[in-house]
């Protein structure tokens, strides 16, 4: 069985960063696709960025490209939302999803992926 943990998510000012951290178990980190998704009130959830094993390849939501950063670190069976210059349109549930399967990250990121793991969420509040 999988489990997806997500950490780190608070309260910070705008202008502040905080790290999210996905610590996946059930699976090795071989082939996978793993991604950040948010959900703030009122909206629909949306792909910020995902990861896959494939290269290392990433995709970015044009609203975080140059201030969030994903990576990976496969002996921790982690993945981690680098989040910089933070906005209050940042704010947002942050759901990290896991698949162990080698898929672009663009698709896995998109309305159209498949995900087939999701953690409980972390909430990420970004004041102005």
């Known amino acids: 069985e999988v489990h997806v943990v997500e950490s780190g998510g608070g309260l910070v000012q705008a202008g502040g960063s905080l790290r999210l951290s996905c610590t996946v178990s059930?699976?090795?980190?071989?082939?996978?696709?793993i991604g950040w998704f948010r959900q703030a009130p009122g909206k629909e959830r949306e792909g910020v960025s995902c990861?896959?094993?494939?290269?290392?390849?990433?995709y970015y939501a044009d609203s975080v490209k140059g201030r969030f950063t994903i990576s990976s670190d496969n002996a921790k069976n982690t993945v981690y939302l680098q989040m910089n210059s933070l906005k209050p349109e940042d704010t947002a549930v942050y759901y990290c999803?896991?698949?162990?399967?080698?898929?672009?990250?663009?698709?896995?990121?998109?309305?159209?992926?498949?995900?087939?793991?999701w953690g409980q969420g972390t909430e990420v509040t970004v004041s102005s």
């Open positions: 999803a896991a698949d162990d399967v080698s898929l672009h990250p663009d698709h896995y990121c998109s309305p159209y992926g498949r995900r087939g793991n």
């Open positions: 990861i896959s094993s494939d290269d290392g390849s990433t």
């Open positions: 059930g699976f090795s980190f071989g082939d996978y696709a």
